[in-house]
């Protein structure tokens, strides 16, 4: 069995490299992206990345001194006004960013490599800025895919053509008392053992009646009925926000989704393609999420019912649609061989799943190293669980807490229904 040494050379090796494969492989005219809000510059984000390291684990931890002195505003998220990080007298170029990142990951790397024994500081802190790597990862794949570039080459296709699967309908979950979320941790040795952020803890004991909640993730055929039902023109299935979302974005139909001589059509990165009718629908916003179970008679879980039904989830996440396996494409009553305890399929992995739930505190949450992890996106925020098939199998768990803005749509985001009643 890997150590968690073995484990984090691993993780950052990976994210490593696949960082590199998403920036580096951009010409200077694709690296000079317009503005746009729900990206950020790449070089921009591998210099952010850098930072992570830098700041947490060769400065904060090992004392060492800034590789480039008077920038950190310039690299912290928190402190450089979104739109400041596409001005070229700002940040600085290229070259510059990729030579910080590489000195500042070999360095780590090295630490890695020391035959000294890791301390549970050390071992907490390497997961923490290896996770945050992992979600830039995740945020430079759908960079591309909202420009239209190239898949990187780590992505794959779902190919079988034979889907003899229809493994569909609801599951039942039997009503009690479920433990949501991590128990609380007491000093950086336990926080090390049993890594996760600030948001999923302290966990506690909830008491959820019994329900129905769908055995797969909403296709996009069940998706398609809605649209050409109606659904994006009836007001009846809209909530307030969702009616002012719908006439801000003039929306029809997903985000990149075309009709063509009567047939849709998806973009997936810089191709076009038929649309996949037993993939699982992608793309949509909370708003959207909301008028197709109108539509449908049915209802979001909350976070506590999704976790309630991953119960003691599945045992192996190779299997799962993560880390660019099947770019979202694997029919939704695909991969059997990872369902949940449950029957639930698909609950890692493919597409983050919304979630009725308010991205809130947990009662007793205290905020863990990093101030702004979780803090700034509660009350504004719903939560998504179970990650996409863009997430790092190392960053996923059932616990995990992703917090979307409810507009959004270019995220990998997508839609599981309960029963309603």
């Known amino acids: 069995m890997m150590n968690l040494r073995e484990k984090l050379k691993r993780d950052l090796d990976e994210s490593d490299s696949r960082l590199r ?10 690296l000079a992206v317009p503005y746009n809000p729900g990206i950020n510059p790449p070089i921009w984000e591998m210099g952010h990345s850098a930072f992570f390291f830098e700041r947490f684990l060769l400065r904060d931890l090992y004392g060492d001194d800034p590789r480039m002195p008077g920038n950190d505003e310039m690299w912290d998220s928190f402190e450089i ?54 979600m830039h990862v995740e945020s430079l794949i759908w960079c591309r895919q909202t420009l239209g570039y190239p898949a990187p080459a780590f992505v794959e296709f779902w190919e079988d053509e034979e889907n003899p699967r229809k493994d569909r309908g609801d599951v039942e979950i039997s009503g009690g008392t479920y433990y949501i979320g991590k128990p609380r941790q007491n000093g950086r040795e336990e926080m090390a053992a049993d890594f996760c952020f600030d948001n999923e803890k302290p966990g506690f004991e909830m008491e959820i009646q019994p329900f129905r909640i769908s055995r797969t993730l909403v296709s996009n055929a069940e ?25 801000e974005s003039e929306a029809v139909a997903p985000e990149y989704w075309e009709k063509r001589d009567g047939e849709w059509w998806v973009r997936r990165f810089d191709q076009w393609e038929k649309l996949r009718p037993d993939a699982p629908v992608m793309h949509v916003t909370f708003r959207e999420a909301n008028a197709f179970c109108q539509w449908a008679g049915r209802r979001l879980p909350t976070e506590f019912e999704w976790e309630a039904a991953f119960g003691r989830g599945i045992a192996n996440l190779e299997g799962c649609d993560l880390a660019g396996r099947f770019c979202g494409t694997a029919p939704v009553d695909a991969l059997s061989e990872n369902d949940c305890e449950s029957g639930c399929r698909q609950m890692i ?31 504004t925020h719903n939560t998504t669980k179970g990650g996409s098939w863009a997430t790092a199998p190392s960053l996923i768990r059932p616990t995990y807490r992703q917090a979307i803005y409810p507009n959004r749509r270019d995220m990998f985001t997508g839609i599981r229904t309960c029963a309603l009643g």
């Not at 919304?354 to 509660?378: H, I, K, N, R």
Request: aromatic content about 20%; some cysteine; proline content about 5%.
């Open 21 to 30: 494969e998403l920036v580096l492989t951009l010409n200077d005219e694709q």
């Open 81 to 134: 006004p979104h739109k400041e990080r596409w001005r070229a007298s700002v940040v600085p170029g290229k070259e510059v960013a990729i030579e910080y990142y590489n000195r500042v990951i070999y360095e780590c790397r090295a630490r890695l490599d020391s035959p000294e024994e890791l301390t549970p500081d050390e071992e907490y802190l390497f997961q923490y800025v290896i996770a945050h790597q992992n």
């Open 223 to 247: 998706y398609l009925e809605f649209v050409e039902d109606g659904g994006y023109e009836n007001p009846d299935f809209w909530s307030f926000g969702g009616k002012f979302w719908l006439r």
């Open 349 to 379: 992995g493919s597409a983050w799943e919304w979630t009725s739930s308010q991205y809130l505190p947990f009662a007793g949450f205290e905020v863990d190293m990093y101030a702004y992890m979780s803090t700034l996106q509660f009350a």
